[in-house]
């Protein structure tokens, strides 16, 4: 028992050096992190073998698939309990001959997109590119093309930062139980049976325990992981982003190895607080989640988001966010001073859902004439503006129609731009009544403006809406910067 608690003091001091060694990693980012900020909207892509499935397994809709997984398309194979053996024949069926790298990037930044994230390996531990330590990769399939060194030119081709998704401590492939049983124990936890999703019982959501691979938790990471991380960052020199994601089961230390990884390679490269314990550098606090500045606590963050239900491509999902709620989620989170990076699920054969490509369409409309409001821009004192306030969500929730009263606010130097979604003959900024106005100016409107400031607030004559724009953006010059 002495040599054990011994062993755990040493560790631990082991670990304390390592995570000032991450504070000081962390904090020569510091311009990354400005530059991440500043980028403000994204494409998340979701692709890989699942997507040849959509949704469906021998017939049946995942959603009618009787199990506590996730229902979105990618986690197909956990909630049907696919065995290895048989998902791995998907690889003779993947050959998207209708993907073009070229088509992807230019839709997104005529989106007003400005960074991509792809996933080069998601929890099946697929790899969409073409890895020297795995054969369960691009390489294997009739296509054999690398896909991710594709979208990666045609970024740096057109300026479109690039990162990549990584699914570091779930492999359904090769990560034996994903480290369930050691987590367990190392930590003392009861192992849940079932899986508890309601007490206060780890999950085991995630973990392959319905066919796990024979090798070992550790064969996994110092044979394939962490090799396929130094891989990609070696091969993309010019990554910006590394996605790592679900880091449920791993230790802290190893948490930290996955961050050292990455920064042993390229400092630049910025880390999501996925890597585990805390260890990331920029937050996420949630999927289809806009939270409230007090929770994202003073740091950068993003906000993952879906055209759907689904991050994977699902056939039968056709409840898609119209180009007026993705306009506010866009809008609500930058005035809150997070990104938005709105996620697209390709089909198998490489083509991308007709809804996405006509919705991206109508967001570049809107992002063309009113992205100066978004790009660059950080929160101002206060976020948003309305006569109402639903109390059911954190804050004001979407609705099918705001009212003409309802604004968001961004700033940037002396400049603070209030952005509505809805538009009517005048508009009356109640928060502008007590500022030192100099000018204001309407996005898009080359001529001047009619405005003027009363006890009331900023009250502007809008002219007409030739172009039928969803909302406008208004840019109010103060005395001060700020």
């Not at 400005?34 to 890989?48: A, L, S, T, Y």
């Not at 995942?62 to 309990?81: L, N, T």
Request: glycine share 8%.
């Amino acid at each position: 028992m002495k040599k054990f608690t011994l062993f755990l003091i040493l560790a631990s001091l082991v670990f304390t050096s390592s995570a000032q060694t991450w504070e000081q990693m962390n904090a020569s980012k510091k311009e990354a992190m400005e530059h991440f900020n500043e980028d403000k909207f994204g494409m998340f892509i979701h692709w890989g073998l699942y997507s040849i499935l959509g949704g469906m397994y021998k017939g049946q809709k995942i959603d009618d698939i009787k199990s506590p997984d996730p229902g979105v398309a990618e986690w197909i194979q956990a909630r049907a309990r696919i065995s290895r053996e048989e998902y791995s024949k998907l690889v003779d069926q993947f050959n998207p001959v209708k993907f073009d790298a070229e088509e992807y990037v230019l839709l997104l930044k005529n989106a007003g997109m400005k960074y991509l994230v792809i996933t080069s390996k998601h929890h099946d531990g697929f790899a969409l590119f073409d890895s020297e330590h795995s054969t369960f990769d691009i390489g294997s399939t009739p296509f054999k093309r690398d896909i991710i060194q594709e979208l990666y030119d045609a970024c740096q081709k057109h300026n479109i930062d690039f990162g990549v998704y990584y699914s570091h401590n779930i492999d359904w492939n090769d990560a034996n139980d994903c480290n369930i049983k050691n987590y367990l124990d190392y930590t003392g936890e009861v192992w849940p049976e079932p899986a508890d999703f309601k007490g206060k019982k780890r999950r085991t959501m995630g973990a392959n325990l319905w066919d796990p691979s024979p090798n070992t938790f550790d064969d996994y990471l110092y044979n394939k992981a962490f090799p396929q991380v130094r891989e990609l960052l070696t091969k993309f020199p010019n990554i910006k982003f590394m996605w790592y994601d679900f880091a449920h089961f791993l230790t802290k230390y190893q948490s930290f190895q996955f961050y050292k990884t990455v920064y042993d390679i390229n400092p630049n490269v910025i880390v999501t607080d996925r890597v585990g314990h805390g260890l990331g550098d920029y937050k996420i606090p949630g999927d289809n989640k806009i939270p409230t500045v007090e929770e994202m606590e003073g740091k950068p963050w993003e906000t993952v988001g879906t055209f759907n239900h689904s991050w994977g491509y699902k056939e039968y999902d056709n409840d898609w966010k119209s180009p007026y709620e993705l306009i506010y989620w866009l809008t609500a989170i930058a005035s809150r001073g997070g990104n938005y990076m709105l996620n697209i699920g390709p089909k198998g054969d490489g083509s991308i859902p007709a809804q996405n490509i006509e919705n991206l369409k109508a967001l570049g409309k809107w992002t063309s004439v009113n992205g100066k409001a978004i790009y660059g821009t950080h929160k101002w004192k206060i976020n948003q503006e309305s006569a109402e306030i639903d109390k059911n969500e954190k804050g004001y929730g979407f609705k099918e129609k705001f009212a003409a009263s309802d604004f968001w606010f961004t700033a940037k130097g002396d400049k603070v731009y209030a952005i509505a979604l809805e538009r009517g003959k005048t508009a009356l900024i109640k928060s502008f009544a007590n500022e030192d106005i100099k000018d204001v100016k309407l996005l898009g409107y080359d001529k001047k403006l009619k405005w003027k400031q009363t006890d009331d607030g900023l009250s502007i004559v809008l002219p007409k809406n030739k172009d039928n724009q969803i909302g406008f953006a208004v840019e109010v010059t103060l005395s001060n910067s700020l």
